[in-house]
């Protein structure tokens, strides 16, 4: 590693720094270009099933919630030199570890909203839905050859989340894989399963939020194919290099904590999530830098009501986020400007929103 000579020195002085995050920073390894601000209008996704009981009720438990949302992510603080204390199995030796964690503050406000069933407490346009401090960790030595990087996440919800994984760097643009948004523990068949009849209803007419229906080349967000978006916009947007970060609470010992709430209505049992930072080709900010893309897509798996299938256990529903943001500065975004009146007042038009899906 070309910062082995700065892991030594935290090791051993001790040299603990907590200080402004910069963007280039080599301790920060696979995040070194996350420092700053990124924003995404008008281009984030998300599908999520709660349970709903209708008003008079009907024949579905659920209800299928698609959001369009605007989002500021903004990395500020850089904690140098984090020390774990150990020892060799010999006990004749330290084995300390060294951390560098970048926090981060993630404010989410939906500019288009839609249910199925219908409910009245879906929120209106500018409404916030979704707050998330966190850390993501690179850990500079001591790995044993497992997991190098983490992400811990804490969600007003009630739960908190530590995801593990790895990192590496690729010519080009990402390949984004396929995701399956239907649940788990039911028949999966959109024409034979009435119980699926909110996916079949966005499937054969996508959600298009605030962007015209009849865009050139927007297909609309379909929940039966919520990675759809994301393979569409790196069609359209060269990219010259890409930085794969690769996060899942399920690999060990990772995993999701949830208060008793949660556990028993909703529980939230895993997380995967995948980053692609982005350098665009042929494109280049005011100091003549690459522009800089980041795009995500996040599953996490929600536990409710008991499968239809036969087998033991809760109904699986994957809970669907996506984006493609971009830098819009190396300067963190102070925390009271990202509060919700002031994500509100910049809400993505309809105009904002049909530009940017369409470019992108």
């Not at 249910?115 to 001591?142: K, Q, W």
């Not at 990087?149 to 790895?166: F, K, M, V």
């Not at 015209?212 to 994301?230: E, I, N, V, Y």
């Not at 102070?334 to 994500?343: F, G, Q, Y």
Request: hydrophobic share 40%.
């Amino acid at each position: 590693m070309t910062n082995a000579p700065n892991v030594s020195q935290f090791i051993r002085h001790q040299n603990r720094l907590v200080t402004v995050a910069g963007s280039g920073d080599q301790l920060l390894g696979p995040f070194a270009q996350l420092p700053g601000t990124w924003e995404g209008k008008g281009r984030g996704w998300n599908m999520i099933a709660l349970p709903f009981v209708s008003d008079p009720p009907g024949p579905l438990d659920y209800r299928l919630l698609l959001n369009q949302f605007d989002e500021t992510l903004s990395f500020s603080l850089v904690d140098k030199g984090v020390p774990n204390r150990g020892v060799n199995d010999a006990l004749t030796a330290q084995t300390d570890q060294a951390i560098v964690a970048l926090d981060y503050q993630q404010l989410i406000s939906q500019v288009a909203v839609t249910d199925r069933p219908a409910s009245a407490v879906a929120g209106a346009p500018g409404a916030t839905i979704h707050h998330e401090p966190g850390l993501f960790l690179n850990m500079l030595n001591e790995t044993d050859e497992g997991p190098t990087i983490a992400r811990l996440a804490t969600i007003p919800h009630g739960d908190t989340a530590l995801a593990l994984g790895t990192s590496f760097s690729v010519g080009g643009p990402p390949v984004i894989g396929a995701v399956d948004g239907l649940p788990v523990g039911v028949l999966q068949d959109l024409d034979a399963n009435q119980y699926l009849e909110p996916y079949k209803f966005f499937h054969d007419s996508p959600f298009f939020g605030t962007v015209p229906a009849g865009t050139p080349g927007f297909p609309g967000f379909d929940p039966t194919q919520p990675h759809k978006l994301l393979q569409l916009a790196n069609q359209r947007q060269p990219v010259a290099s890409t930085t794969v970060l690769q996060l899942d609470t399920s690999t060990d010992p990772g995993g999701i904590r949830n208060i008793p709430f949660v556990v028993k209505h909703a529980n939230a049992s895993r997380m995967k999530a995948t980053f692609w930072i982005n350098e665009l080709r042929d494109e280049t900010d005011e100091q003549g830098n690459p522009k800089l893309q980041l795009q995500y897509l996040q599953v996490v798996i929600l536990e409710f009501f008991p499968r239809r299938d036969g087998p033991p256990g809760r109904i699986e529903w994957p809970h669907v986020s996506i984006n493609t943001m971009e830098k819009v500065s190396d300067e963190p975004q102070p925390l009271e400007a990202m509060t919700s009146a002031k994500m509100t007042a910049k809400a993505s038009t309809p105009e904002d929103a049909a530009a940017s899906n369409a470019s992108s």
